[in-house]
């Protein structure tokens, strides 16, 4: 009788192409311990429990304080000026924790869209979604340095239809506000920049960009993208700012193709050559 030890490989993070940003997960490993006899039994034993050990190394964990069953409020309790109704949707400011939810778990779904037969994706969806959501509110309260807001699309409400934030949310996107740095025109251009430079906090620096814009699966081909990135650009124009700045995958040619449609325009090749690497581009529009 002998024992061989087989080791997994060990997953360290995930890198995705359709974002600049890494997301690091935790460091995550399995063995299995094999005893060579007559008694398979015993065998698949072992392996059942390293397995059930592999899975409970990525938590499948929700915020407690959210209710996930939450009927969508009416229109009569949301009073805001900013809105923007197309068809059977609104675009908006997400107001509820849930919504906040809904829309990490929207980006968690688009982030594995391409990848659903990998082992152990719900979790790791999981995992997305619980770091988002605390992000994203992050974000959206300043603790960052940076306003930022979270926008979603939500269902208009019907009569005698009640659903839950859940079911409701349909898409979202992130506009936030930042600053140039000290001689730049544009986000990450290469200027020669004084020694200890910082960032040039003043009005004339100041600069929207668009990120995370995504839709559900099942509501996609309606518009909802389209009026969503629409609503941001009115609303960072009411806000008195001129520039807006999203990145975007090279590859994603529906999706150069929709910024270009609502007056994007590919920034000059310096900004491009930065981001080779990366595989995106930076498209810039003038309000």
């Not at 959501?133 to 979270?150: D, E, M, V």
């Not at 020669?192 to 995504?214: D, E, K, M, W």
């Amino acid at each position: 009788m002998s024992t061989i030890a087989i080791h997994q490989p060990d997953f360290l993070r995930y890198f995705h192409h359709r974002t600049r940003s890494r997301r690091k997960f935790h460091k995550i490993s399995a063995s299995w311990s094999m005893t060579l006899d007559s008694q398979s039994s015993q065998t698949r034993k072992k392996e059942e429990e390293a397995l059930e050990l592999h899975q409970q190394a990525v938590p499948q964990l929700r915020p407690s304080n959210l209710e996930f069953d939450r009927k969508q409020p009416s229109d009569q309790e949301f009073i805001q000026e900013k809105r923007f109704e197309f068809g059977r949707f609104v675009a908006r400011e997400a107001i509820l924790d849930e919504e906040y939810w809904t829309a990490a778990w929207l980006r968690a779904e688009t982030h594995w869209e391409d990848r659903p037969n990998e082992r152990y994706v719900d979790n790791y969806k999981r995992k997305f979604a619980e770091q988002e959501f605390n992000a994203l509110k992050r974000r959206c309260k300043g603790l960052n340095g940076q306003k930022s807001t979270c926008i979603v699309a939500v269902k208009k409400e019907e009569k005698n239809i009640k659903r839950t934030v859940l079911k409701s949310v349909v898409g979202t996107l992130d506009l936030s506000i930042r600053y140039l740095l000290h001689g730049e025109t544009f986000p990450g251009e290469r200027v020669v920049a004084p020694l200890f430079c910082g960032i040039n906090r003043t009005s004339q620096n100041l600069y929207a960009y668009v990120s995370n814009l995504c839709v559900a699966k099942s509501a996609r081909r309606q518009g909802i993208a389209t009026n969503m990135l629409h609503f941001a650009l009115l609303s960072a124009k009411s806000d008195g700012l001129e520039q807006i700045f999203v990145h975007v995958d090279r590859n994603n040619k529906a999706a150069q193709q929709l910024y270009k449609k609502m007056g994007f325009e590919q920034i000059v090749e310096e900004a491009s050559s930065q981001l080779l690497e990366e595989q995106t581009f930076l498209l810039g529009f003038k309000t």
